[in-house]
């Protein structure tokens, strides 16, 4: 009999699994998904049983050395998801089973003491009681209020006396929901993230294994877990582009692990959302998920700013509007916040007069601002269109352009200056303390800590340009625009707080469908990404070369490229352009963006992924082609 191994080293991306003898005296101890002793080249290191058969194709075949842990460390279920993931995302299976199983190998020590109790919160009264109508299958509900999603989450864990797995984008969005469950639902309730200590997941894992753990409150770590008996999944806020992993391998969208696991355990799946992905809805109203909408009448509180109008000619980024918001809010001591997603930002060319932006004219996508020796131009980050600066607003003809890249520092600055005896605080992170928070008065900050706001009164919220993100060189910067549109939107009914948006360009869909239009905006961007072949209608795959130098990145780039075209010569792949952040981490970047038919076979993917070096950066369906 002969066993089938994944090492637990790193190996490369098509190399999954080893075949090893299993001696006599190991044939009944035996088992898939034990820890076991190899030999290894020229060591002995631990693997992971996960199947066997009676043949095997190589003739020099070596034997298992030992069993290391007799009882198994991972499941069929499990296993069959790290496959899944393996293979979907162009990873090694030893590198998915290496996340799922570390802390099972060390000694676990007694778990430690909780830190501060969280104080419980009552929910508020909402017209919600769909949670009974969803049960085995697929579901998308779209909420209108925070509220609405926290009552279907408390509804969903009640009635069901099996396993709840309820996924959330960030860690403090686990603690958000975390406020409105009891004491008697706390003591069944587990949070997972990457926080927690070796011993502190070990001894979660094994609640969880044995049914005792109810509710598994988690990032996308808890997906790995070995349920005994799940059969509900959710995941929140699945517009969230936190849910997509962008920065280490494997890169999977917490989505597309639910769906496999949705098939795996037999479970029901919801993803709730203040405004779905574009291809969510799409889905959806092809009949994939069932679509739930909320019912509450919620009112919106937004102020649309265009600032073509209202700050013609002028230099600030301080509407005159927004100024005189500001010091009324100050003066019935409320607290203001001030959105701007950058410290500093590549920037784009845009007309102060009329709101005209410099377009690639295939891609209508953002052109990018670039230096070389002779000087700047502009690039498209799609198909390398290039032109030279606009010094005169072709719509206008005005001279009044201007290269956006408002960073905090420059808020910080007019802020200071306008109202020097206020409070005000700056925070670009997560891990900045919060213990300035209750003092500000005014508070400047980046997207990313918008999760730790859930609990601050504010007066007023500002999303101070609003343009940042539309005017990325990325097709699906309209999309995000809106979304987040939505959710500050969300955030500030929530505070009971006014909301102002300020931009150059009112006109765009992003914000003339905004609030209340979402089907018109879902059928444009259907329109425009349906004539340029973008999903849902395609499925991307993003190809990046990396090196210490530019040179480098971009001649692997170009030598890749000439392979894939030449090799598959009906593929769509775009030429080989610097990545938007050309270089990362002492490395320069240089992508590939290769446009796949939605039922591609896996056989072909997989010839072509094998052209790629190993030590390349695979993203399917990536967030972004940036």
């Not at 034990?34 to 020229?42: A, E, G, K, M, T």
């Not at 034997?63 to 007799?70: E, K, M, P, S, V």
């Not at 955030?491 to 018109?520: C, G, H, M, V």
């Amino acid at each position: 009999m002969f066993a089938q191994i994944i090492p637990l080293r790193k190996l490369p991306k098509s190399i999954d699994y080893f075949d090893y003898k299993v001696p006599k005296k190991l044939s009944k101890k035996i088992k898939i998904g034990q820890v076991v002793l190899i030999p290894f080249r020229r060591q002995k290191i631990k693997g992971i049983v996960i199947n066997f058969k009676k043949t095997s194709n190589f003739k020099k075949v070596r034997a298992i050395l030992n069993i290391i842990i007799d009882k198994p460390v991972i499941n069929k279920n499990q296993i069959k998801l790290a496959k899944f993931i393996s293979q979907y995302y162009f990873v090694s299976l030893s590198l998915i089973i290496k996340k799922i199983i570390p802390p099972l190998l060390k000694r676990p020590r007694p778990a430690s003491k909780k830190g501060a109790e969280i104080k419980y919160k009552k929910i508020k009264k909402t017209k919600l009681d769909i949670s009974s109508s969803i049960k085995n299958k697929k579901a998308l509900f779209e909420y209108k209020q925070m509220e609405e999603k926290y009552k279907l989450y408390l509804n969903l864990i009640k009635e069901d006396k099996n396993q709840t797995l309820i996924v959330f984008p960030q860690i403090p969005d686990i603690y958000n929901f975390y406020q409105y469950l009891n004491k008697t639902w706390r003591k069944k309730t587990a949070i997972i993230n990457h926080q927690l200590s070796d011993s502190q997941l070990y001894h979660i894992y094994e609640k969880v294994a044995q049914g005792k753990i109810k509710v598994i409150l988690g990032t996308s770590l808890a997906f790995f877990l070995p349920y005994k008996n799940l059969k509900t999944v959710v995941i929140d806020e699945e517009d969230n582009k936190n849910h997509k992993q962008y920065d280490q391998n494997p890169r999977f969208h917490n989505k597309i692990v639910a769906e496999k696991i949705f098939s795996l355990y037999k479970t029901r799946l919801i993803l709730t959302s203040a405004c779905p992905n574009i291809t969510t809805y799409f889905q959806a109203k092809k009949g994939r998920y069932k679509l739930y909408k909320s019912k509450e009448k919620a009112k919106p509180k937004s102020t649309l700013v265009d600032l073509t109008r209202s700050n013609r000619g002028g230099k600030s980024f301080l509407s005159i509007f927004l100024k005189n918001e500001i010091e009324n809010k100050l003066n019935d001591k409320k607290k203001i916040l001030l959105l701007n997603n950058r410290k500093g930002f590549s920037r784009t060319s845009v007309c102060r007069d009329c709101g005209y932006t410099a377009n690639c004219p295939d891609c209508q996508i953002p052109l990018t601002q670039h230096k070389k020796s002779s000087g700047y131009y502009l690039l498209c980050h799609r198909c390398g269109f290039q032109r030279k600066m606009i010094l005169k607003c072709p719509n206008c003809g005005s001279a009044e352009i201007s290269s956006l890249g408002l960073g905090q520092e420059k808020i910080f600055e007019e802020i200071s200056n306008l109202f020097p005896k206020v409070k005000i605080t700056k925070i670009s992170s997560q891990s900045e303390t919060s213990q300035y928070l209750k003092k500000s008065e005014i508070v400047i900050s980046t997207f990313i800590a918008l999760s730790r706001f859930i609990k601050n009164k504010f007066g007023l919220i500002v999303l101070v340009n609003a343009d940042q993100i539309l005017n990325l060189p990325d097709y699906r910067s309209s999309e995000k625009t809106f979304q987040l549109l939505f959710n500050l939107n969300c955030l500030a009914r929530y505070n009971q707080a006014d909301f102002i948006i300020q931009t150059y360009s009112a006109k765009n869909s992003s914000f003339k469908y905004f609030p209340n239009r979402y089907e018109n905006f879902f059928r444009q961007e259907l329109k425009n990404r349906k004539l340029l072949n973008y999903p849902p209608y395609s499925q991307l795959i993003k190809l990046s070369s990396q090196a210490q130098s530019p040179y480098q990145a971009k001649k692997e780039a170009l030598d890749i490229h000439h392979k894939i075209s030449n090799k598959f010569s009906s593929l769509s792949l775009s030429p080989p352009l610097p990545a938007f952040r050309l270089k990362r981490f002492d490395r320069y970047f240089y992508n590939i963006i290769l446009k796949l038919p939605k039922n591609i076979k896996h056989k072909k993917l997989q010839s072509i992924i094998k052209l790629v070096p190993d030590h390349w950066l695979i993203d399917r369906n990536p967030e972004n082609l940036l």
